[in-house]
């Protein structure tokens, strides 16, 4: 059974930083992992993936030199960090897996996790 359990979301101030992780297990290879969000009224849109077997990485350009992907392969968990956030980065951040990387990456995922809210205050 496939479970992504994301940690980390809440309330942050602007400016401030946060970090979510993504605990991956019930498969044993897999594409890529990452991170979307989706904000209220709007499309979920990748924010950024990376892949496992070279360490590709994906950043949306809204988040390109402040948010940061990582991952631990023996742990099977990806994290992101997240600097300098802006209110527009309010969202909830879900966590994917894409199995076969048959599409762009971070366009697409095969199992996604319950979400986190993640909330930047002004």
């Known amino acids: 059974q496939v479970q992504l359990v994301e940690s980390g979301g809440g309330l942050v101030q602007l400016g401030g930083p946060m970090r979510l992780s993504c605990a991956a297990s019930?498969?044993?290879?897999?594409?890529?992992l990452g991170w979307f969000r989706q904000a209220p009224g709007k499309e979920r849109e990748g924010v950024s993936c990376?892949?496992?077997?070279?360490?590709?990485?994906y950043y949306a350009d809204s988040v390109k030199g402040r948010f940061i992907i990582s991952r631990d392969n023996a742990k099977n968990t990806v994290y992101l960090q997240m600097n300098s956030l802006k209110p527009e980065d309010t969202a909830v951040y879900y966590c994917?897996?894409?199995?076969?990387?048959?599409?762009?990456?971070?366009?697409?995922?095969?199992?996604w996790g319950q979400g986190t809210q993640v909330t930047v205050s002004s």
């Open positions: 994917a897996v894409d199995y076969r990387g048959t599409r762009r990456l971070c366009s697409w995922g095969d199992y």
């Open positions: 990376i892949t496992t077997s070279d360490g590709r990485i």
């Open positions: 019930g498969f044993t290879f897999n594409y890529a």
